[in-house]
């Protein structure tokens, strides 16, 4: 994965009012933590920042940290966001090795197409959207892709079915369904519908 470098003013006031004006000239306030430092209050482009965590990494972007001159390795994480603009109103930063394994929540991403599913007017549920790995930073992957082709109505894919990539684990229990294929309402309805014909057609008819 390779290091996105962002730019952060350090030395900047707290508070509730120097944040918003901070936020006014387009700026984003956050801290810098981990690894034994104090926390360090620090502010950072609001465009970059977006930029940042707009790559296929998304959230889990390698950020190389300059502040003040000095690098630090580190992970955006919790998030402030604007409830009616989405915007990122504050972030934290970790700082991180290259060598330690760290906890990430990766998107899950369903690729192929149930055919089988579809033609028995079954639905593709997914209780699990993201998925906690634990990887060193380079090795966090950017999807989790789980191929649905080959599923039928009743069929799970499940944490343990998942081939995870070199590198990355996750603690997560390996019965958790990740994807289901169920029958839909309608289809239920129809089953029914149809083993009630069929009965009906079975029995005997009346004085025969």
Same mark, same amino acid.
């Given at each position: 994965m390779a290091e996105i470098t962002l730019t952060a003013e350090a030395g900047r006031q707290t508070g509730s009012? @120097?944040? %918003?004006?901070?936020?006014v000239a387009g700026r984003v306030p956050g801290v810098v933590y981990g690894h034994g430092i104090e926390p360090l209050a620090v502010s950072v482009d609001g465009r970059e920042l977006?930029?940042?965590?707009? =790559? @296929?990494? !998304? *959230?889990?972007?390698?950020?190389?940290?300059?502040?003040?001159? &000095?690098? &630090?390795? =580190?992970?955006?994480?919790?998030?402030?966001?604007? @409830?009616?603009?989405?915007?990122? =109103? &504050?972030?934290?930063?970790?700082?991180?090795?290259?060598d330690e394994v760290v906890s990430a929540d990766v998107p899950v991403v369903l690729?192929?197409?149930? /055919?089988?599913?579809s033609q028995n007017r079954g639905v593709i549920e997914q209780p699990i959207t993201s998925l906690t790995v634990h990887a060193i930073p380079s090795r966090i992957p950017n999807t989790i892709e789980v191929d649905v082709t080959e599923l039928v109505v009743g069929q799970a894919i499940r944490i343990g079915d998942l081939v995870l990539p070199? %590198?990355?684990? =996750?603690? /997560?229990?390996?019965?958790?369904?990740?994807? *289901?294929?169920?029958?839909?309402?309608? +289809?239920?309805?129809? +089953? %029914?519908?149809? !083993?009630?014909?069929?009965?009906?057609a079975a029995e005997p008819a009346e004085g025969s």
């Open positions: 009012r @120097p944040s %918003g004006r901070m936020r977006r930029a940042a965590l707009s =790559t @296929p990494a !998304g *959230l889990n972007a390698l950020l190389s940290l300059d502040v003040g001159g &000095h690098a &630090h390795l =580190t992970l955006a994480r919790e998030l402030q966001r604007h @409830p009616v603009r989405n915007t990122v =109103t &504050h972030v934290d930063f970790q700082i991180v090795r290259r690729v192929g197409e149930a /055919l089988q599913v070199e %590198g990355v684990s =996750t603690e /997560l229990d390996p019965d958790d369904a990740v994807v *289901l294929a169920q029958g839909s309402a309608a +289809s239920e309805a129809a +089953s %029914g519908a149809e !083993g009630a014909e069929a009965a009906e």
